[in-house]
């Protein structure tokens, strides 16, 4: 009967050990309520500063000084006064790779940028001096 007992016992416990690993255990006293279920994460490091970081900085902020502009009313101007900005602006980026890029594909496709934006820059630049309205 003893050993009956016994194992009934030992039955009931091991399930009360299975039921208890799936409910939480009352908080210590002193313990906090709640404890993370994941380790945290440490804070992201700082992005490091870089030539390439203050050289790509830099043009952005001069492509959006340029590109701020009064609008005319006339669409064609409107577009050539935006876009000469947002083309220089492409051209300094390609600068920037090229002064600090290692990647051959992307300094080919820098340096094809730089020769596409530049002629499509004398373009508007043609375009605006024969079309300025005086």
Do not use: C
């Not at 820059?121 to 309205?133: D, E, G, P, Y």
Request: glycine letters at 6%; hydrophobic letters at 45%.
């Amino acid at each position: 009967m003893r050993a009956l007992t016994a194992a009934w016992i030992l039955g009931l416990s091991s399930v009360a050990v299975a039921a208890d690993a799936q409910t939480p255990a009352p908080p210590m006293a002193g313990m906090p309520h709640t404890m993370p279920m994941t380790a945290p994460t440490p804070a992201s490091p700082p992005a490091a500063t870089s030539g390439s970081t203050e050289g790509y900085k830099a043009a952005m902020n001069k492509m959006d000084r340029d590109m701020a502009m009064s609008y005319s009313g006339n669409a064609d101007q409107d577009f050539v006064a935006g876009m000469l900005p947002h083309h220089q602006g492409a051209v300094d980026m390609a600068r920037v790779e090229l002064a600090y890029g290692k990647d051959p594909a992307i300094r080919r496709l820098a340096r094809q940028v730089i020769a596409a934006q530049e002629k499509e820059i004398a373009f508007m630049k043609s375009w605006q001096a024969r079309h300025s309205t005086p």
